[in-house]
């Protein structure tokens, strides 16, 4: 199956599933898609199917996770800047801000689940985390069966206009780069500014 690349079918909502059985039919051909070509997630309508059915697998062991008619339910006010690749926009990358955890309600699964860090985000990159990739992973494939793409406004990245805040030198700021952030403590930051670093 080809995977569609056309922004004009990729921006219409997908119709609901009528049963599980049905879902669980276009995942089997979402996991045929994934196995052969590779990627982290795959919604039903990027290979022209109007259903809203999506798979992620970004777990070690790429175990794959259907979600059949989700609805993210609850989301943290704590967001991650994270830099994301889409299979119908190849090659194109796009740094975006994303909730740190969310709560998604599927037909396929008897309760709610959770995505989010599977640890403390503090003492690593956040691109080590696979607990925030799956969970970054999982709004961007929801968003894709809502008629939304990784590029619209609402997910991009802006860099905000620097406040002038007065940090206190053990106060714990986040920083970027190229893509990469991390928490560091002000002191540590400080030199860092100097070679290219942002406080976010």
């Excluded at 056309?6 to 089997?28: H, M, Y």
């Excluded at 199917?49 to 175990?63: G, L, P, W």
């Excluded at 989301?75 to 994270?82: G, I, N």
């Excluded at 920083?175 to 860092?192: C, N």
Aim: aromatic share 6%.
């Amino acid at each position: 199956m080809k995977i569609v690349k056309n922004k004009t079918k990729l921006k219409r909502a997908t119709q609901p599933c009528e049963s599980v059985e049905e879902g669980n039919k276009i995942a089997e051909k979402l996991i045929e898609v994934l196995d052969e070509i590779g990627g982290y997630g795959l919604a039903a309508n990027q290979i022209g199917i109007n259903k809203s059915v999506c798979v992620v697998r970004c777990r070690e062991d790429f175990e794959d996770k259907i979600l059949i008619n989700p609805a993210i339910i609850e989301a943290s006010d704590d967001r991650a800047l994270y830099m994301e690749g889409c299979l119908s926009l190849p090659g194109k990358t796009t740094k975006t801000i994303r909730h740190k955890t969310v709560k998604v309600s599927c037909d396929n699964w008897e309760n709610e689940i959770e995505f989010g860090p599977d640890g403390d985000l503090e003492e690593k990159t956040y691109w080590e985390d696979r607990g925030l990739l799956e969970c970054v992973c999982v709004q961007h494939e929801i968003g894709h069966l809502n008629g939304e793409l990784m590029t619209d406004p609402q997910f991009r990245y802006r860099k905000p206009i620097k406040p002038s805040i007065k940090h206190g030198r053990n106060e714990k700021v986040m920083i970027e780069k190229d893509g990469e952030s991390k928490f560091v403590k002000f002191k540590h930051a400080e030199p860092l500014l100097a070679d290219g670093w942002n406080i976010i």
